[in-house]
């Protein structure tokens, strides 16, 4: 079965400061993706990155860094220099590649980011 | 806007009534999903439909819950006869399906129902 826990429930950091939210997962396939997704105040989930279970290479995106490790079973974000406008609830996701094509996301329940001014 | 869109974005019924709520996904798009958010939680799989095909349900759709997709564009979800449990954030989202699988999904803003 698939499982995707993000132990940060809530984290706050002052405007500057980098933070790392974490996500594990677990899962018995072998194809896979994991996501990153940020819900803003506004409620609409908004896209950020999409990592193949193949591909251990990290990624970097401006300010916003990827660490993906399958020995952990670990897919970690980091925000450089935070700023208030990355306050938002960030949900990490899983995908495993299923018989009719559909690649059902499964959600971890969120870690609430409060940059503070 | 070429993004996923949903209508209506906020809903409020009394218990025991029907309730319809539609999605407009981006139009290339042939799969489209629907989740379900409750407070604090990350949204749950509902269901999945291929072009105009539904392809997987979860468990979590009961026999209230019905989906369709007539001609493999926009979506409805109708959810009859609702319960208090039922109040909760419906958010659609679409892809494009290929070769190596799914892209990404985009999704919509979500209709939120209460249930009173």
């Known amino acids: 079965a698939q499982k995707v826990t993000q132990a940060q429930t809530e984290i706050s950091v002052v405007e500057k400061e980098d933070v790392t939210l974490d996500c594990v997962y677990e899962?018995?396939?072998?194809?896979?993706?994991l996501f990153w997704y940020k819900q803003p105040p506004s409620g609409e989930l908004v896209f950020l990155i999409r990592r193949n279970s193949f591909d251990e290479q990290n990624e970097i995106s401006g300010r916003y860094s990827w660490n993906f490790q399958k020995s952990t079973s670990s897919f970690n974000f980091t925000i450089t220099a935070s700023q208030v406008v990355d306050s938002a609830v960030y949900f990490c996701?899983?995908?495993?590649?299923?018989?009719?094509?559909?690649?059902?996301?499964?959600f971890g329940t969120g870690t609430r980011l409060t940059v503070i001014p | 806007d070429t993004g996923v869109s949903q209508n209506p974005r906020h809903k409020i019924t009394k218990r025991g009534q029907n309730v319809t709520f539609r999605c407009d996904p981006i139009s290339e798009h042939n799969r489209l999903y629907w989740y379900r958010q409750t407070l604090g939680q990350g949204p749950e799989f509902l269901t999945y439909f291929q072009n105009e095909a539904q392809l997987e349900k979860s468990r979590l759709l009961s026999d209230r819950f019905s989906a369709e997709r007539p001609k493999g564009s926009f979506s409805t979800l109708e959810i009859q006869r609702t319960e208090q449990g039922d109040s909760a954030m419906y958010l659609c989202a679409s892809s494009l399906a290929a070769a190596s699988g799914d892209y990404e999904q985009y999704f919509g803003p979500g209709t939120r129902l209460t249930v009173t």
């Open positions: 899962t018995r396939d072998t194809t896979y993706y």
């Open positions: 996701a899983l995908s495993e590649a299923l018989e009719t094509g559909a690649n059902n996301l499964f």
